[in-house]
C-alpha cells in the first residue's frame, strides 16, 4: 500500500514526482533510530562508510563532501568557492535549473557567460567545443547541468567533459535529479565537482546533499577570497578527511544514506542505474501509445524523470487546462505527478519520476491508473 502523507484530503499517495520521492520503510526506521553526536565514532563510521560508497557509486578517487543543505547550496558554494572575482565563469543552461545556477553567479557578483539551449532540447558536445574554440575571453570554469529535471533532457557528460579538459576549465555539474539513478564516471570523464541532493535517486527526505571533488577544484579554492563560512570546500574538505563535520547535520539523513549506500552497491551500481532507465522506458512507451510526445529529443531522455508534452494533436490537444485536472485525477487515484516546471512550462507538459527505490511493477500500477485519469481528465 502507499505510505501515507500528510495532506488535507486525508488521500494515501504514492509519490512519482521528480523529488523529494517516495522513501522507502526501511530508510524512514533507520531515521527514527536513536541520535549520537556528531563528534563521535559512531557518527565517524557513517561518514567513513558514506565517503567510501560514494566513490564507488562515481566511480571516481576524489573527495566525498556531505553538505547539510540541499543541492542549490553545493551549486551556490561552487560559484563562491571557484570563480575569482576578476575571472569569468562559464553556463550551459537548457531548463529551469541551469537558469538557476547562472543565476546564482550574477547573484554573487561573478562574471559569467550563459549559453541557452531552448528549453527541451540538449547541449550537445558540438556546441560545448564551437563555444569554447569561438571564445574571446578565458573561461575558468564551466557549469552544466547533467540531468535537467524541468525538461526531463539528459546532457552527454561522457563526451562534453573531456572537450572541457581540453580547454583547461574546471568543470561543475549539477547531478541532482541524476546521481545514482544514472551512471556517472566521474574520473573518466574529466568532472571536478559532481553534486547532488539526496531526495531524488537516493530516495531519502530532504536535508542533506552530497559531492564529490577533485584535487584540482581543491586547489583553485584555496586562491578564491570570500569563499564564505557555511559552503566554504575548504572547511569541509578539512574536517571530513576525519569523517567529521564542521558544524552540526542532520544525523538520522546521514544514518539513512549509510544504509542505502549499501543497499545500492549491493543491488550493483550499474544495475541500480538500469532499473531507472527500465521505469522510464515503461513510462515513455505509456506515454507514447496514449498519443503524447516525449519533451526531450531522441538521445537526450532522461533515465530518471520524464517530461510528457501536452502535444496539440494529443489527448489534451495543448490545453493547459486538461494537464491541471490529469494531476488532480492521478492523486485522486493514489498517485502524486507533477505539471510543468514554473511559468513557462505549466501546462504545457507533465512530469513522471519513478526515483529510488519504487519498483517495475508499482510503475505499471500508477501507469494503468494514468491511463484511467486520461479519460477523467477528458470527462
Known amino acids: 500500500m502507499p505510505n501515507k502523507h500528510l495532506n488535507p484530503e486525508g488521500i494515501d499517495y504514492k509519490l512519482f514526482t521528480p523529488g523529494p520521492v517516495e522513501v522507502p520503510e526501511w530508510i524512514l526506521n533507520e531515521m527514527g533510530k536513536a541520535n549520537d553526536t556528531h563528534r563521535s565514532l559512531a557518527y565517524r563510521e557513517m561518514h567513513q562508510s558514506i565517503r567510501t560508497n560514494m566513490q564507488k557509486l562515481l566511480s571516481t578517487k576524489n573527495e566525498i563532501l556531505i553538505w547539510a543543505n540541499s543541492g542549490s547550496g553545493i551549486m551556490e558554494a561552487c560559484v563562491r568557492n571557484l570563480v575569482k572575482d ?19 553567479a550574477k547573484s554573487n557578483g561573478k562574471k559569467a557567460d550563459v549559453i541557452k539551449v531552448e528549453w527541451g532540447l540538449g547541449v550537445s558536445p558540438e556546441l560545448v567545443k564551437e563555444t569554447l574554440d569561438k571564445a574571446d575571453k578565458k573561461y575558468s570554469v564551466v557549469f552544466i547541468t547533467f540531468n535537467e529535471t524541468s525538461t526531463g533532457v539528459l546532457n552527454p557528460l561522457d563526451k562534453i567533459g573531456p572537450i572541457v579538459r581540453d580547454y583547461g576549465a574546471l568543470l561543475c555539474v549539477d547531478t541532482v535529479s541524476g546521481m545514482a539513478g544514472t551512471l556517472i564516471k566521474m574520473d573518466d570523464w574529466g568532472i571536478d565537482v559532481a553534486l547532488a541532493s539526496v531526495q531524488k535517486c537516493f530516495a531519502l527526505p530532504p536535508g542533506i546533499a552530497v559531492s564529490a571533488i577533485s584535487d584540482r577544484a581543491f586547489e583553485k579554492a584555496k586562491t578564491v577570497e570570500n569563499r564564505g563560512f557555511y559552503l566554504d570546500f575548504l ?14 547535520p542532520p544525523i538520522p539523513q546521514i544514518r539513512a544514506l549509510k544504509v542505502d549506500l549499501e543497499h545500492i552497491i549491493e543491488r550493483g551500481v550499474e544495475q541500480y542505474a538500469k532499473d531507472h532507465s527500465e521505469r522510464t522506458q515503461l513510462i515513455r512507451d505509456w506515454a507514447v501509445k496514449e498519443g503524447f510526445e516525449i519533451y526531450s529529443p531522441e538521445g537526450y531522455h532522461s533515465q530518471t524523470v520524464v517530461a510528457i508534452k501536452n502535444n496539440e494533436n494529443g489527448p489534451f490537444k495543448g490545453d493547459p487546462a486538461l494537464v491541471a485536472k490529469f494531476v488532480d485525477a492521478m492523486f485522486e487515484r493514489g498517485f502524486k505527478i507533477v505539471n510543468g516546471y514554473g511559468k513557462q512550462l505549466k501546462g504545457r507538459n507533465f512530469r513522471i519520476a519513478p526515483m529510488g527505490w519504487v519498483t517495475t511493477e508499482e510503475t505499471q500500477q500508477m501507469l494503468d491508473a494514468a491511463t484511467l485519469a486520461v479519460q477523467d481528465a477528458l470527462k
Open 86 to 104: 576578476d575571472e569569468y565563469a562559464l553556463f550551459f543552461t537548457c531548463g529551469a535549473f541551469g537558469d538557476r545556477w547562472a543565476s546564482m
Open 235 to 248: 572547511s569541509l574538505q578539512k574536517k571530513g578527511k576525519n569523517d567529521e563535520h564542521p558544524i552540526t
